[in-house]
């Protein structure tokens, strides 16, 4: 039975093909080698039977249509190689007007794929957001990406660098609590990723790693990009497997999702690139219906009622939340107003109590504020919940000490406790909240102090916004600006350095959301975050990034990305062409300065050139107005500060 001929225009004038040349059209899904010679026109396909050669991108030599990849020569009016049986297949052509059609058969219904059922299952679990970059070894499933797309069921966002798609899926996961996916080619594409997946490993964060891989025959033979992708995240991501012909494909997936939901951690799947295509025979995606169970797990009761015990006879306790207390902060702020007791966090849990609390005393430790330091030290008790006791916060092990974590390898993990309570945080301390009658008893109530305590810090503030040498804008007083200028619902994407010890320290949060690389503490973190932000809360929140000059200049090609998708992100970076955090290391370890310079562009311009808001300031007094401009400003904005190294 013949099949339908579809005609589709490949060529609106027919003179841009001249005589004795051939280029590359389309006709449909179908690649086209179209050729002129002798005064007609012929339509071959355009892979050489050899290895695939594009022939569109070859030329005619003495007659014949030579392959750009190896040489090989067919005729170019009907594609007959002499001598050989690997002729090329012809296709019709008509010519009406000055234009050119190419007639293909029709294409049949796309028939399910096995990566069609993975990407299905994957959105049915809700991970609807993969940010990577398309390549050869992965073109199989991003075509399941696109149909799921279309569908409306996946937002793909291409990135520059998938060093920038796994940090913006690790700051996804950060914010929500839910992995989001990000997506690279064999090779160096995946092994890009190794960094951000290693933010999200260490910062508790869930993450799907979906990886193209070559194709299985050739593994081993030391093939292009050829990397041993398995062997390479063994490391790094906790389930970790090789997608295979026999796989149970949805099983597959949806255990990938569990293994990161539930250990809040990374998945990584590969995809060899003939598994990509095969037919999913059937085969139907799943959905987390009955899959999963729930977290909410009360503590043992003997290290409750000793928790109990020890709040009974507290009068000065002070409570120390950390990120991982970040979803349950409503019943700990409940809990600290029945006590009237001060609530500090370390820098990761930044703003997750805000300082205008009547108990907020803002974070604790290297970047943060005398008044925590000063409730932690004056403290007769500590209740410490989804904190790690980093040697960056310094909580105090003088005191009498509460820990409680939903992870019991966090518990105790650093230093003897004297309570450890392992349950879910809402539950747990929502059981202590049952007995606040007996609990706040003899409690001393501590708001005059704290207010006062930030009374004093104000007033130090304000000292040191009076420092000027004259050689940059102080980081203190871009601080204070932003302080007074930001949305009070800004979700903060904070990089490393100074710039992150000072906003800490003299940034006031009220609604806003932190995100940073905690405990890796990676250069370059801040921007892509803001994209996985974005992808997070899209209109509904306000984006800030706050960035030094060396971390934004790692991703800085991914402005072009904001711009595309025109994310409202708005970049502040403080400028001192420095990497100043390692030149006071260097300083304070008795070293030389060295190599710490940087040679930077002018940000406000290169902003400008990507099609997004450039601002620059060199004085402290355009601030205010700079500010307000950048976040007034509907699309991608940058705000480049000239800042002074030294004042900090």
């Given at each position: 039975m013949s099949k ?6 490949v060529l609106?004038?027919k003179?841009e093909?001249?005589e ?8 449909g899904?179908?690649e086209?080698?179209?050729t ?6 012929n339509a071959l396909?355009?892979?050489c039977?050899?290895q695939?050669?594009?022939l569109?991108?070859g030329?005619?030599?003495n007659g014949l249509?030579?392959?750009?990849w190896h ?6 009016c009907?594609?007959?190689?002499e001598?050989f049986?690997?002729g090329?297949?012809?296709y ?5 007007g000055?234009?050119?059609f190419v ?11 096995v990566t069609?059922?993975m990407a299905e299952t ?6 609807d957001?993969?940010f990577?970059?398309?390549?050869h070894s992965?073109?199989g499933?991003?075509?399941a ?5 279309v569908?409306g069921?996946l ?6 660098h998938?060093?920038?798609a796994s ?7 950060k914010?929500?609590?839910k992995?989001?996916?990000?997506f690279?080619?064999a090779?160096p ?6 960094t951000g ?6 910062d508790?964060a869930?993450v ?7 194709a ?10 050829e ?11 906790e ?8 796989s149970?494909?949805?099983e597959?997936?949806?255990?990938a ?17 003939q598994v ?7 085969a139907k ?5 009955g899959?999963?169970t729930?977290l ?5 009761q003997e ?6 015990d ?8 002070a ?5 991982g ?6 019943p700990?702020?409940?809990f ?6 001060p ?7 930044k703003?997750q109590v805000?300082d205008?609390?009547?108990l907020g005393c ?14 932690m ?13 980093s040697?960056?916060t310094?909580i ?11 992870d ?10 004297d309570?450890a309570v392992?349950?879910e945080i809402s539950?747990?301390v929502?059981?202590?909240?049952k007995?606040?009658?007996?609990i ?5 109530n501590?708001e005059?102090?704290?207010?006062n305590?930030?009374?004093i810090?104000?007033?130090e ?5 009076l420092?000027?040498?004259d050689?940059?804008?102080?980081s ?5 600006m932003l ?6 619902n800004?979700?903060?994407c904070?990089?490393?350095?100074n ?14 959301t932190?995100?940073m690389s ?19 809360v ?8 706050v ?15 904001a ?21 006071k290391?260097?300083r ?23 099609g997004?808001l450039g601002?620059r300031v060199t004085?402290k ?8 401009d950048?976040?007034n400003?509907q699309g991608p904005g940058l ?10």
């Amino acid at each position: 039975m013949s099949k339908n001929i579809i005609w589709h225009k490949v060529l609106k004038n027919k003179n841009e093909l001249v005589e004795n040349r051939v280029m590359t059209v389309e006709a449909g899904h179908t690649e086209v080698c179209l050729t002129h010679f002798k005064g007609t026109y012929n339509a071959l396909t355009n892979k050489c039977p050899h290895q695939g050669g594009p022939l569109g991108e070859g030329s005619i030599e003495n007659g014949l249509l030579r392959c750009p990849w190896h040489g090989w020569d067919f005729n170019p009016c009907g594609g007959d190689s002499e001598g050989f049986e690997d002729g090329l297949k012809s296709y019709e052509v008509k010519i009406e007007g000055d234009a050119i059609f190419v007639g293909v058969e029709e294409e049949p219904p796309h028939e399910t794929t096995v990566t069609d059922i993975m990407a299905e299952t994957m959105a049915n679990w809700g991970v609807d957001r993969v940010f990577g970059i398309v390549g050869h070894s992965n073109l199989g499933l991003a075509d399941a990406f696109r149909r799921l797309e279309v569908k409306g069921k996946l937002k793909f966002i291409g990135v520059r660098h998938e060093g920038a798609a796994s940090f913006a899926a690790s700051a996804y996961g950060k914010l929500t609590g839910k992995p989001a996916a990000c997506f690279g080619i064999a090779g160096p594409g995946s092994t890009n990723m190794y960094t951000g997946l290693w933010d999200a490993k260490v910062d508790r964060a869930p993450v799907l790693a979906l990886t193209g891989q070559v194709a299985t025959q050739v593994v081993g033979t030391g093939n292009f990009q050829e990397v041993d992708l398995v062997r390479a995240f063994q490391t790094v991501a906790e389930f970790n497997q090789r997608v295979e012909q026999q796989s149970r494909h949805a099983e597959l997936m949806t255990l990938a999702i569990k293994h990161a939901i539930l250990q809040r951690d990374v998945s990584h799947l590969t995809f060899p690139d003939q598994v990509q295509v095969l037919p999913a025979n059937g085969a139907k995606a799943q959905t987390p219906e009955g899959r999963i169970t729930t977290l909410e797990i009360a503590p043992p009761q003997e290290s409750l009622k000793k928790a109990i015990d020890l709040l009974k006879n507290a009068k000065r306790p002070a409570i120390i939340v950390g990120y991982g207390a970040r979803l349950h902060m409503e019943p700990i702020q409940k809990f600290a107003e029945q006590l009237h007791c001060p609530v500090m966090t370390t820098f990761k849990g930044k703003g997750q109590v805000s300082d205008s609390h009547r108990l907020g005393c803002g974070v604790l430790g290297r970047s943060g504020t005398p008044i925590a330091s000063y409730f932690m030290n004056e403290a007769d008790l500590l209740l410490v919940i989804g904190a790690s006791f980093s040697n960056h916060t310094g909580i105090t092990p003088k005191k009498p000490t509460i820990q409680i974590d939903f992870d019991p390898l966090a518990l105790s993990k650093f230093n003897k406790i004297d309570v450890a309570v392992y349950g879910e945080i809402s539950r747990t301390v929502g059981l202590l909240s049952k007995q606040i009658d007996s609990i706040k008893h003899n409690k001393i109530n501590q708001e005059k102090e704290i207010a006062n305590r930030w009374k004093i810090w104000k007033t130090e503030k304000q000292k040191r916004l009076l420092e000027n040498r004259d050689e940059g804008v102080s980081s203190i007083a871009v601080f204070d600006m932003l302080t007074k200028t930001a949305p009070n619902n800004a979700v903060m994407c904070v990089d490393v350095g100074n710039n992150a010890y000072s906003f800490g320290r003299y940034f006031e949060s009220e609604n806003h959301t932190f995100l940073m690389s905690g405990y890796l503490g990676s250069i370059g973190f801040a921007f892509p975050a803001a994209m996985g932000a974005w992808a997070a809360v899209g209109e509904e929140r306000p984006i800030i990034v706050v960035a030094g000059d060396g971390g934004f200049c790692q991703y800085l090609a991914e402005l072009t990305t904001a711009v595309k998708y025109n994310m409202p992100i708005k970049t502040i970076i403080l400028n001192n062409n420095e990497l100043g955090k390692i030149s006071k290391e260097q300083r304070a370890g008795g070293w030389d300065k060295w190599a710490t310079d940087l040679v930077n562009p002018n940000f406000a311009e290169y902003a400008e050139n990507c099609g997004a808001l450039g601002i620059r300031v060199t004085d402290k007094n355009e601030l205010e107005k700079a500010m307000i401009d950048l976040f007034n400003h509907q699309g991608p904005g940058l705000l480049e500060v000239f800042t002074d190294v030294k004042l900090i």
